[in-house]
């Protein structure tokens, strides 16, 4: 079994709608994270959590948000999609006392038309 | 402002041969460095890392080359194998300044290792 999954792997959705990325591990790590990667841009970061209390905005989080349901469970929402936030879309979990290496899901892959 | 960057956007390389993706960054900051590889339909894997009080670092067929004064790094794989063709991204992030939480990450280079 996977360790950090997201669900959906696919979605494609309309300009306006409210759209929720879920992601969930097994790894037992504080951190969580989520990208979007985009081609020609590499991986940018949207928001990341050290704990279940702590939310952090990354480069490119307006347009988003996030919630940390608790260790394990790290949802993204983008409140009114639009086109471009079509996306391939990472969730990443780490652990400082193990190097702090991060660890990415699949990907859920976004198309909003 | 692309503080890490990967220049070649693809790279051929015949199988057996060595494979040498390059990757430059700007900001002085930066102590600590990781490539990640990125198979289709998956999440990008941790390959390997290097810290900036080392020039190198080796893991089996993965080599990372760090060249501060120029604010260089190199992957090299050797010998390069068709399980190997992957999009290959490099990263960094100020460890000593702010922790790990901000991998800043480069454009990503693939490779393709020809039979």
């Known amino acids: 079994d996977a360790d950090v999954t997201q669900t959906p792997r696919n979605r494609i959705t309309k300009t306006g709608k409210r759209i929720m990325l879920e992601c969930s591990q097994t790894k037992g790590h504080d951190r969580m994270y989520w990208y979007r990667q985009d081609p020609g841009l590499g991986l940018r970061l949207i928001y990341y959590?050290?704990?279940?209390?702590?939310?952090n905005k990354g480069e490119i989080s307006d347009g988003y948000s996030v919630s940390r349901q608790a260790q394990a469970k790290f949802s993204l929402s983008l409140e009114s999609a639009i086109p471009n936030q079509t996306a391939l879309y990472f969730c990443?979990?780490?652990?400082?006392?193990?190097?702090?290496?991060?660890?990415f899901g699949p990907g859920t892959r976004l198309t909003v038309l | 402002d692309q503080q890490v960057k990967q220049n070649s956007p693809s790279l051929s390389v015949q199988e057996g041969r060595i494979s040498i993706l390059n990757c430059d960054y700007t900001?002085?900051?930066?102590?600590?460095f990781l490539w990640y590889k990125k198979y289709p339909a998956e999440g990008p894997t941790f390959l390997i890392s290097i810290s900036s009080i080392k020039d190198k670092n080796e893991d089996g067929r993965f080599t990372v080359f760090l060249n501060k004064s120029a604010k260089h790094l190199s992957l090299h794989i050797v010998p390069s194998q068709p399980g190997d063709s992957a999009v290959y991204f490099c990263a960094a992030t100020g460890k000593s300044n702010f922790g790990n939480e901000k991998l800043t990450f480069g454009t990503g280079t693939r490779l393709t290792i020809i039979p």
């Open positions: 959590s050290f704990d279940v209390k702590d939310i």
């Open positions: 900001n002085s900051m930066f102590d600590y």
């Open positions: 990443a979990t780490s652990d400082p006392g193990r190097g702090d290496t991060q660890y």
